[in-house]
């Protein structure tokens, strides 16, 4: 029977969740997959510095692959600072033109108005009679002029006036280049493009950092309200803004940047929706940086709305250079190599794990506190979901409660963000034939990750061999497919999947196909090396300064 030993537990604690009541140090958070360096007056350093400034401390082995790509985000940076400059000069001189333009326009249209007031009234009898005149002519023969016409004239004549006045509109500058990164897990994708993320703080204005669950959710809800409220006004216009991915407001002009991780094509909403509003934002100056574990161009192996896609794969390489991660090293794994406590992940499921888990539960609310309660927290789409354990930013589940219930990204986003600590219970061993639970598990791992939870499980084996991928049987899983909803188990997303409708004959056979194991593989991974990770010191060391939980409290205070 093998067991990970506690051991300075009290120690650990102390260094995660004490309060910090002074002023931050100056030494970067880190841990195995992402490195930030905490808010500051001053100019953050570049991505291409700290990640050599880690190699100096001993955080990092060097990796040419890695550098390689810090020095590219590096010169992304550059260019885009530059971008910002000339899009805020842009602006001004927009703005200014607009003005000069309507003050002279309003100017045409006085004199115009004032040269039509001239004359005495004779002419203007004699005008009002031609006019009657040529109405009665032009009834009679309407095929000689078109409505509007003359107005139509005027309007370009004065559009021609104002141009000679006043100049052309001012021309926006080309958006500079982003980045697709791409490579294995592990292999410090996400920790390079964060490290970018937090050097444009104070540099762009519009700036938003997605993982695709999240973003894939923030698209749902944003069409569901826009068809909400169609309906609602019985208009059947559409219109859809893609600027609430970056945050774009009217009154703050500048350059916009998006960094997406983990970009996917897991079902053909993915893929309509990414190739309409990425296409559209790249089209419109925004700048993506976004990681993947598959290049562009074999993200949709099996083919589904082919034209669609090789849109996205053109417009992804117009506007990205795209670069791989060459290394085979799981960084994540190294890491948890050299650590000596790791004491969060409990197994197997026999008494032993059950008593040390509850003893790590008992020390970590009593730190906060000591009161149980059950609470209520919001998802998006008007949802809630009930927490049965909970206790100042403490939570405890079940792995049944979280997968092996209809709950899906959105509610494992709303716990990873109201909740630093999360405690999970029984979690078995995973195949194809818990296929769905196990899928859940991943996107579960994926939000706590993502937000940077600090997590407590047990489990009925170690990590490596938690998720078995063997030929049990395929299950298709309609949970991955569902359109999250205001009504509670959401719909299932018939008017975008692929050709031919879910019925209770079988699926798509592309989407078939592609969960026939081989994207699971990835996942697998993925959580993985996640995992490992998340019971390291220097990903723990991050929990305090980097979940949202304490980043409101220090904001608040």
């Known amino acids: 029977m093998k067991m990970k030993k506690i051991t300075s537990i009290a120690s650990l604690l102390h260094l995660r969740f004490t309060r910090q009541t002074g002023i931050h140090s100056n030494k970067f958070c880190v841990n195995a997959a992402r490195f930030y360096s905490p808010p500051s007056s001053t100019k953050p350093p570049g991505p291409l510095m700290q990640y050599r400034k880690l190699i100096e401390q001993g955080k990092l082995q060097h990796d040419p692959n890695q550098e390689k790509v810090a020095l590219a985000l590096e010169n992304v940076l550059g260019r885009l600072e530059q971008y910002e400059k000339d899009m805020e000069e842009y602006h001004v001189n927009l703005a200014n033109w607009e003005k000069n333009r309507e003050n002279e326009r309003c100017s045409l ?19 009002h009679r031609n006019t009657l005149i040529e109405r009665w ?18 309007y370009l004549n004065r559009e021609r006036k104002l141009d000679s006045l006043v100049g052309r509109c001012p021309t926006a500058p080309p958006a500079p280049k982003g980045l697709y ?117 074999d993200l949709n192996q099996d083919g589904m709305q082919r034209e669609i896609f090789q849109k996205l794969v053109a417009k992804l390489e117009k506007h990205c250079e ?31 794990a059950v008593r040390q888990l509850e003893a790590m539960w008992c020390q970590v609310t009593n730190h906060f506190g000591g009161k149980i309660i059950s609470s209520t ?13 909970s206790c100042n930013g403490v939570a405890r589940f079940t792995f049944e409660y979280l997968c092996g219930r209809p ?43 993502n937000h940077h939870c600090c997590l407590f499980c047990s489990a009925a084996s170690s990590i490596d061999d938690l ?50 194991g081989q994207e ?26 980097l979940h949202p939980y304490f980043r409101n409290s220090t904001k608040n205070m």
């Not at 002519?137 to 005027?154: A, I, T």
């Not at 927290?377 to 354990?389: A, C, H, W």
């Open 181 to 297: 990164l791409y490579g294995n897990v592990g292999s410090g994708k996400t920790m390079l493009m964060d490290m970018f993320y937090g050097a444009t703080e104070g540099i762009v204005k519009h700036r938003q950092r997605f993982h695709f669950h999240e973003a894939m959710l923030k698209i749902n809800e944003h069409m569901h309200r826009l068809w909400k409220n169609q309906v609602e006004e019985k208009s059947l216009r559409s219109s859809i803004s893609d600027k609430f991915l970056v945050d774009q407001h009217a009154d703050q002009r500048g350059a916009s940047i998006l960094c997406f991780d983990e970009i996917q094509t897991v079902d053909v909403f993915a893929i309509v929706a990414l190739s309409g509003i990425v296409s559209r934002l790249l089209s419109t100056g925004t700048v993506l940086v976004a990681t993947s574990n598959r290049a562009p161009w």
């Open 137 to 154: 002519m032009f009834r009679k023969n309407p095929e000689n002029v078109e409505p509007g016409v003359g107005r139509w004239v005027s």
């Open 467 to 516: 998720f078995q991928g063997t030929e049990e049987g395929t299950l298709f899983d309609l949970e991955s497919f569902q359109f999250e909803t205001e009504i509670e188990g959401g719909k299932l997303r018939r008017d975008v999947l692929a050709e031919g409708s879910v019925s209770s004959g079988g699926a798509p056979a592309g989407i078939v196909s592609m969960l026939s």
């Open 377 to 389: 927290i919001p998802v998006m789409f008007g949802r809630t979901l009930e927490v049965p354990q």
């Open 407 to 449: 709950v899906g990204a959105a509610d494992y986003i709303a716990v990873a963000h109201n909740y630093h600590t999360v405690f999970i219970t029984d979690i078995p061993v995973m195949s194809m034939r818990i296929r769905d639970k196990a899928r859940r598990f991943i996107t579960l791992i994926d939000e706590l990750y």
């Open 322 to 352: 795209i670069i791989p991660i060459g290394s085979e090293i799981d960084y994540r794994r190294l890491i948890a190599q050299r650590s000596i406590d790791q004491v969060h992940y409990f197994w197997p499921l026999d008494g032993n």
């Open 109 to 127: 249209l006085i004199r115009e108005a004032e040269s039509k007031q001239q004359g005495d009234v004779w002419t203007s009898v004699n005008k």
């Open 520 to 545: 699971e593989l990835f996942a697998f991974r993925r959580a993985v090396s996640r995992l490992i990770e998340m019971q390291t010191p220097l990903y723990l060391e991050g929990v305090h300064s």
